[in-house]
């Protein structure tokens, strides 16, 4: 790589952060059973610290995603455990995720269950959810809806899109300045008939209709095979509304993989996106990266350090992308050398540029390596292991 490639992703790991999401630390599994690592975090103090190590070695991951039931059980009163650890291992409170799914109550929907006293604890929930970002200084409140039918006939669709409306305006209500509601899609599962929220049309005009501090939350696996998930990057990214996303790989469905894993001239793609519309405006997108990935098998922190390196390369090589050959070739429709510019970048070999990065601010050149020899794993798969089930029945 020539130096005014180097300046280019020396420029653009500067501004680049990613939030780790605390349940990515934790024990997980599939719908057949739980699969149990004997150093998975059980605690939210073991997720800050695991965070924490993670940030260390990476340098770009300053927040933790939490999920409100399984973080902060008391609810605003355990914000100041939150800010305890937060402060001890140096990484901050990030987007607040309400639960709107584990309950018994939610089992035929939570905004959109027939049932108006469903409906006001889910907004109870996350009028609540919404006062504990408040108290952490957390912008974001992630909502991801599991709400839908299976079966035809069984669900009024338009009616329980109404409910959807009166519900987030609601939460949108509570909303203090500059806090934002993030409104999530998903296409299946564990609805399979039809869902709520199935994708980013629906959720954009759900967002819109919320208020003006309603974004929509694009997560990477929450799509169907061969859908062109940079179009609606580009598209919100045209109309002002793309607020986040949940960044994970998959092969057939929402399989949670680490980013990259899979496709990464996806992601390649999607980033390249954001820098065209960067490029064109002369601003930048106002865009939170989250990662939310399940790792059953993988080593916890192992994996999030993979995704978390993998993102930076990928946004790297699309900071490279020559825009303005670029704009040029499709101004004449010159299909070949418009592709070459894309392909050019990602066939470009960023990491001798990301390892100097990394060296000139005082972090390990290669973080996995790091994370290997820092002896962090072997202490903590001694110090959690005792205290551990050795079998699980079912996945939660």
């Not at 610290?49 to 927040?63: F, Y």
């Not at 919320?210 to 045209?238: F, K």
Request: aromatic fraction near 10%; glycine fraction near 6%; hydrophobic fraction near 40%.
């Amino acid at each position: 790589m020539h130096a005014r490639h180097d300046e280019r992703v020396h420029l653009a790991l500067d501004s680049f952060r990613i939030e780790l999401p605390s349940w990515g630390f934790a024990n997980t599994g599939t719908r057949f059973g739980k699969f149990l690592q004997p150093a998975a975090a059980s605690t939210l103090e073991e997720k800050f610290s695991d965070a924490g190590h993670v940030h260390a070695v990476t340098g770009v991951c300053p927040t933790l995603a939490l999920h409100v039931l399984w973080d902060l059980p008391e609810g605003v009163d355990s914000s100041a455990e939150v800010k305890r650890l937060s402060k001890k291992y140096a990484v901050s409170p990030g987007s607040i995720n309400p639960n709107l799914f584990q309950d018994q109550q939610y089992k035929f929907g939570s905004f959109g269950n027939p049932d108006p006293i469903v409906r006001e604890a889910a907004r109870r929930h996350v009028k609540d959810s919404i006062a504990i970002a408040r108290a952490l200084d957390s912008r974001d409140i992630s909502l991801w809806f599991a709400d839908g039918s299976n079966y035809p006939g069984s669900a009024n669709i338009r009616r329980r899109r109404d409910w959807f409306i009166e519900s987030l305006q609601a939460s949108h209500a509570a909303l203090a300045p500059g806090q934002r509601l993030l409104v999530e899609y998903k296409p299946f599962e564990p609805a399979f008939y039809h869902t709520d929220i199935g994708d980013w049309g629906m959720a954009l005009l759900l967002a819109r209709a919320a208020g003006p501090q309603a974004r929509v939350l694009v997560d990477t696996g929450h799509h169907y095979l061969s859908q062109n998930i940079e179009q609606i990057v580009a598209w919100l990214l045209a109309d002002g509304m793309l607020g986040g996303f949940h960044f994970n790989d998959r092969r057939y469905a929402d399989d949670d993989l680490t980013l990259g894993s899979i496709d990464p001239y996806q992601v390649f793609r999607i980033f390249h996106e954001i820098r065209l519309f960067e490029h064109e405006t002369g601003g930048r997108a106002d865009i939170a990266y989250m990662v939310d990935q399940s790792h059953n098998l993988k080593g916890k922190i192992e994996a999030m350090i993979q995704t978390v390196t993998t993102a930076q390369e990928l946004s790297a090589k699309a900071a490279i992308v020559d825009h303005v050959a670029l704009l040029d070739a499709q101004h004449r429709c010159d299909i070949v050398r418009a592709e070459a510019c894309l392909q050019d970048a990602f066939s470009t070999d960023v990491r001798p540029a990301i390892r100097d990065w990394r060296t000139a601010r005082g972090l390990p050149p290669e973080p996995m390596q790091a994370f290997r020899e820092s002896g962090y794993l072997e202490r903590i798969t001694t110090e959690r292991a005792a205290s551990r089930p050795t079998s699980a029945s079912s996945y939660a």
